[in-house]
């Protein structure tokens, strides 16, 4: 079972089974203690006043596509149109919850649909020469393939 | 609740691009489909996820938009499919 972990020394969170052995922020060797979920939703929301835009989250999915297989849809106006619906659910329902697919209510079943999810393993993507992710928001790259919007 | 229903979401681009189909079925057949919008309406969603042991094991394994329901026969298709399709699955 997943749990939170936090580095002694730069307060970094991890999710997962087990810590990284070395942190990647401070890159301290076994940094990481063991907390509870309401320290981590303390430690992650301390700076609350920051605002994390449409455009700040463009930023964030183009970078992360950089060095994958996949890029962020050329077609701007349904980024534009993912994107208001990504930032309601997020407004509405508390994530970033893809507007293509609902809820179950069960959080660990509605943690893999927020956005980006793990979409590499969706009959929409694997194997297909053209594939993208359910909702389109991240196509598979081609030789021919438009740099990201 | 009709006999066709389409659970829908307001900002999918799937959801937008197939309105004029069902549309068109609507006008073609004289069928009437009742469009349910799933992310700004509770009781839409909740009814929705009722439905989760038949739509599920047809898409992928989870609940997703366009979602479009036989009632009657339980009959389920969800995404962007061709007009035939979609008109097959309103006929039969």
């Given at each position: 079972m997943k749990k939170f972990w936090r580095?002694?020394?730069?307060?970094d969170i991890h999710y997962g089974v087990k810590p990284p052995e070395i942190c990647p922020t401070c890159a301290v060797k076994n940094a990481y203690v063991l907390i509870s979920a309401r320290e981590a939703k303390t430690i992650c929301g301390a700076p609350a006043e920051a605002d994390f835009s449409k455009d700040d989250f463009l930023t964030a999915i183009q970078k992360f596509t950089e060095d994958n297989e996949f890029m962020v849809n050329p077609d701007r106006a349904k980024v534009d149109l993912l994107f208001d619906g990504i930032f309601s659910n997020e407004r509405n329902h508390g994530l970033k919850y893809c507007p293509c697919r609902l809820m179950c209510k069960e959080l660990e079943e509605d943690l893999k649909i927020v956005c980006p999810c793990n979409f590499q393993i969706h009959e929409t993507y694997k194997g297909l020469d053209k594939g993208e992710c359910w909702c389109g928001l991240f196509i598979k790259r081609s030789k021919t393939s438009e740099v990201n919007p | 609740m009709k006999k066709h229903v389409m659970f829908h979401g307001r900002e999918c681009p799937h959801c937008k691009a197939m309105m004029p189909l069902v549309d068109r079925l609507e006008k073609e057949t004289g069928l009437s489909i009742e469009r349910l919008e799933v992310w700004h309406d509770e009781k839409n969603a909740d009814l929705m996820r009722s439905y989760r042991p038949i739509f599920t094991p047809k898409c992928g394994g989870q609940l997703r938009v366009p979602t479009f329901f036989n009632t009657e026969t339980n009959d389920a298709i969800c995404g962007e499919v061709e007009y035939e399709k979609l008109k097959d699955w309103a006929t039969k």
């Open positions: 580095c002694y020394v730069c307060n | -």
